[in-house]
């Protein structure tokens, strides 16, 4: 039979302008998360994490934003580039080095960026 | 750093044959994982070892599926026999365990894999 694949959620942004990805994570006692980027034919690669005990985490051109309450994490990308498009994942880990360190990815959201 | 390590980056084999993938995690992480991204399933995780040692292998889909990481550098996942819906890309992924601020975990290039 046909098979039906995931149907990626899709960003699409002005080269130039700022871009917010959100992601949903399934367990409140999650205690470490990731945001990772994934470009065609390649593995994912970390972007930024963020520890349960923080709300917002900066980098370079990029900010984590967490919020326990409703257990949602953003990712938020400033001044767009081409080299940001790809797919990205938020990845959550129920207890960092305390023996469940196994990482559990969401769905991914493929970003798109428009000259 | 040449970062992990996957071979091959392509195999493409007949239902019923082994395949056996290979993974060289980076030197000094002692924690080393295995996952499969499928479209229909996005990523997932299959087995994960620490030190050497076999932790969580309650992703691994069927007996088919075995993993073994004989020494700190190197770890494998055979698939025997094959059958076309094991299909999808492997990853392998390494970590250094209890290191707070690490740069979370560090992907290899996968391997594509086409059972025929």
């Known amino acids: 039979g046909e098979s039906v694949g995931l149907h990626l959620p899709t960003l699409s942004v002005q080269e130039g302008d700022n871009s917010i990805i959100n992601c949903a994570y399934s367990?409140?006692?999650?205690?470490?998360f990731i945001w990772y980027k994934q470009e065609s034919g390649k593995g994912p690669q970390f972007i930024i994490d963020?520890?349960?005990n923080m709300d917002k985490r900066q980098g370079q051109r990029v900010t984590v934003l967490l919020n326990k309450t409703v257990k949602h994490l953003s990712l938020q990308i400033a001044a767009t580039q081409p080299g940001d498009s790809a797919v990205y994942f938020c990845a959550e880990i129920l207890s960092w080095g305390g023996g469940a360190d196994g990482l559990t990815f969401g769905k991914g959201t493929h970003l798109i960026i428009q000259p | 750093d040449a970062g992990v390590i996957q071979s091959p980056r392509h195999e493409v084999t007949e239902m019923g044959q082994e395949v056996t993938l290979r993974c060289k995690p980076i030197?000094?992480?002692?924690?080393l994982f295995w996952y499969r991204q499928t479209m229909m399933r996005g990523l997932e995780l299959l087995i994960y070892f620490n030190n050497n040692v076999p932790i969580d292998d309650s992703g691994m889909p069927e007996d088919r599926f075995s993993a073994k990481m004989p020494n700190a550098s190197f770890s494998t996942l055979k698939i025997q026999p094959s059958e076309p819906r094991d299909s999808a890309v492997y990853f392998c992924?390494?970590?250094?365990?209890?290191?707070?601020?690490?740069?979370?975990?560090?992907f290899g290039s996968g391997t594509r894999l086409t059972v025929v």
């Open positions: 367990n409140s006692a999650s205690d470490y």
């Open positions: 992924a390494s970590s250094r365990r209890r290191d707070r601020g690490i740069n979370g975990y560090t």
């Open positions: 030197s000094g992480h002692n924690s």
């Open positions: 963020i520890r349960s």
